[in-house]
């Protein structure tokens, strides 16, 4: 098992130009997430799935789009990049949709710098 | 809405020292509670966590108890090592959705 993997470990961008962010899990875990983690204040939820097909948003959710077509794979898109969206961006799955006691398993995390 | 409130750090201690990080949180219903661990270059991992009101989580010489009384999840390690360098998250979850609210982090340094 993988875990859940995260590509590209790092990546600068100029304002206005797009990138996908991508996570996959091998775990068949119907739940997957998306979070920002800047200095000071934690890790915010920007979007979440509750399984293929299914997507919503979280608390921070502007400037980013997502899908899920598969259990595997939910990739984060920037539309437009902007200096506000440079931070680290993290995602997890968990198993069940039942489980709010469920262990989050988090990636290795995308470190973004938008210029 | 819920929300979750840490200590500030960073908090720096000296090898085999006692180490207490305060965590309160703010929530309706009946939360779920949690402390995940990020090691310096690393995504986080869980740390341990309490289902319950009175719930005692556990691991790796960390503990932490459930207190609805006071809100609180607070975490605390009798002996702390150099390799417990990281930063801490304490958090929760509330509803079926299994959305994860965190503080804003600790960082914690243990010297030789």
């Known amino acids: 098992n993988a875990g859940v993997t995260q590509t590209p470990k790092f990546q600068v961008l100029k304002t206005g130009q797009s990138m996908t962010l991508q996570c996959a899990q091998d775990m068949n875990h119907e739940y997957m997430s998306w979070y920002r983690q800047d200095p000071g204040m934690g890790l915010r939820l920007i979007h979440y799935?509750?399984?293929?097909?299914?997507?919503d948003q979280g608390e921070v959710p502007n400037g980013y789009n997502v899908s899920r077509s598969t259990t595997e794979d939910f990739p984060l898109r920037l539309l437009s990049a902007a200096p506000s969206q440079t931070s680290v961006y993290f995602c997890a799955s968990h198993p069940t949709l039942a489980g709010n006691t469920d262990t989050q398993y988090f990636g290795p995390g995308t470190r973004l710098t938008v210029l | 809405g819920d929300s979750v409130t840490q200590m500030e750090g960073p908090v720096t201690l000296s090898e085999e020292a006692f180490l207490t990080i305060n965590c309160t949180y703010t929530?309706?219903?009946?939360?779920?509670l949690f402390w995940y661990v990020q090691y310096p270059g690393e995504g986080l991992q869980l740390l341990l966590k309490?289902?319950?009101?009175?719930d005692k989580g556990s691991n790796k010489g960390f503990e932490a108890t459930y207190r609805k009384e006071t809100t609180s999840f607070h975490l605390e390690k009798g002996s702390v090592q150099v390799s417990d360098s990281a930063v801490y998250f304490c958090?929760?979850?509330?509803?079926?959705?299994?959305?994860?609210?965190f503080g804003q982090g600790t960082t914690l340094q243990v010297k030789p």
């Open positions: 799935s509750v399984g293929a097909g299914i997507t």
């Open positions: 929530a309706t219903g009946y939360p779920s």
């Open positions: 958090a929760l979850t509330t509803g079926n959705t299994g959305k994860l609210i």
């Open positions: 309490a289902t319950k009101a009175d």
